[in-house]
């Protein structure tokens, strides 16, 4: 299930062979992180995504930027007739100094409440690699996109009918260029 649609690219990590690229869905309640492998002149030959939501996202990020332990692991996916498990992990490891993102996909099975766990083995995994440094960096952008979006939707979050009027039309105007950016 290939994602056609244009995401504003908040961050980008890249390694020799890997990458991991945070982007605004917003629109829906989550940052997407997008991650894959790749060799040089071949192009990509794994990849795979994820949705956080706003709330977990602040939380991890928080503790990432301020170097605090983290050890977050996030099942998500969705139903249909061939369910998709999507998995997150996210773990400093004290002994080496490196944070990893790891971002799982494989089939599904949908549990109670239109819950998706994983059935059998990941189909597409892609582990990257931060030093510690990188991901505080990572983390401190992202929680800036977040609270400038905050900024700039406020009114039309706050006060939907009165977004475009109230305060002056600028911004109104601003809050939909923002929205029609993704």
Known sequence: MAERRSRYRIHSHLTRSRFLHMEDALDIGKVRLFA???KRGQGA????????DVADARVLFSDLAWSKPVD?????????EQPVSRVLKVRRANDNGKVWFRLESGPGEVIGGGAVKPAGKPETVVNVPFTIWEARRLAFVVLAHLQAWEVVTFRQRACPATASTRGGARGGELAERVQGDK
């Open 72 to 80: 977050y692991v996030e099942y998500k996916g969705n139903g249909g």
């Open 36 to 38: 894959g492998e790749y």
């Open 45 to 52: 030959s794994v990849i795979t995504a994820h949705y956080l």
